[in-house]
């Protein structure tokens, strides 16, 4: 064989090559991102937790810690233990809504 086909072959290799380890990786990993977002649908109750690292309020979704935050800015801010109400994602938080207390009549 010449020099110009062992080439050929060579290049053809490397390309198969990193076709392969793209399939393999894209299968392998998925975002949890994204997995949260298909898994979770709005209106699902969750508990507010501290983070014990910087004491960031948030939920748990599928096991990943995300950052809470109200949609109604107009509202005060979250506390440990409090029930929300998932509404959407937006960038890496989770926003929620307050869950209204029952009022005894």
């Not at 949609?71 to 307050?98: K, M, Y």
Request: proline share 6%; hydrophobic share 45%; net charge positive.
């Amino acid at each position: 064989m010449s020099i110009t086909w062992l080439s050929i072959l060579a290049v053809a290799a490397a390309v198969v090559i990193l076709v392969l380890i793209r399939l393999i990786r894209s299968r392998s990993r998925p975002n949890p991102a994204r997995t949260a977002d298909k898994e979770i649908t709005p209106g699902k109750r969750l508990r507010c937790t501290t983070r014990p690292r910087d004491r960031a309020i948030g939920v748990f979704i599928n096991g990943s810690f995300y950052r809470a935050r109200i949609a109604d800015l107009r509202q005060p801010t979250l506390e440990h233990g409090e029930d929300v109400a998932f509404v959407r994602f937006e960038n890496n938080a989770a926003l929620v809504e307050r869950i209204a207390e029952p009022t005894d009549h």
